[in-house]
């Protein structure tokens, strides 16, 4: 049974700090990338690791403000967002693929998103 399951969204102010989590079970050599959607807009991609290894890749938009990383276990993955800004306001998902991909059709198993909000 493969579950993905989110959590730790939530209001901050410009220029403040959320940390994102993420528990994955049910699956394993996969890759775990979080993508985001703000109202009207397509869904884009924030960042991606592959739990075996330590590689992360980020997208630009977000690069040098947000650090993903694994806890010990290596079955919960956090999503660290810092000096965050209203352009940051979306629904975050967690995304579960068996190769690294910065596209949404690549990952198979989905959470429910997570609301992020930042005011200004």
């Known amino acids: 049974q493969v579950q993905v399951e989110e959590s730790g969204g939530g209001l901050a102010q410009a220029g403040g700090s959320l940390r994102l989590s993420c528990v994955a079970s049910?699956?394993?050599?996969?890759?775990l990338a979080w993508f985001r959607q703000a109202p009207g807009k397509e869904r884009e991609f924030v960042a991606t690791?592959?739990?075996?290894?330590?590689?992360?890749s980020y997208a630009d938009s977000v690069k040098g403000r947000f650090t993903a990383s694994s806890a010990e276990a290596k079955n919960t993955v956090y999503l660290h967002m810092n000096s965050l800004q209203p352009e940051d306001t979306a629904v975050y998902f967690c995304?579960?693929?068996?190769?690294?991909?910065?596209?949404?059709?690549?990952?198979?198993?989905w959470g429910q998103g997570t609301q992020v909000t930042v005011s200004s």
């Open positions: 690791t592959f739990w075996r290894t330590n590689y992360t």
């Open positions: 049910g699956v394993s050599n996969y890759a």
């Open positions: 995304a579960v693929g068996y190769g690294l991909t910065n596209q949404a059709t690549g990952y198979k198993y």
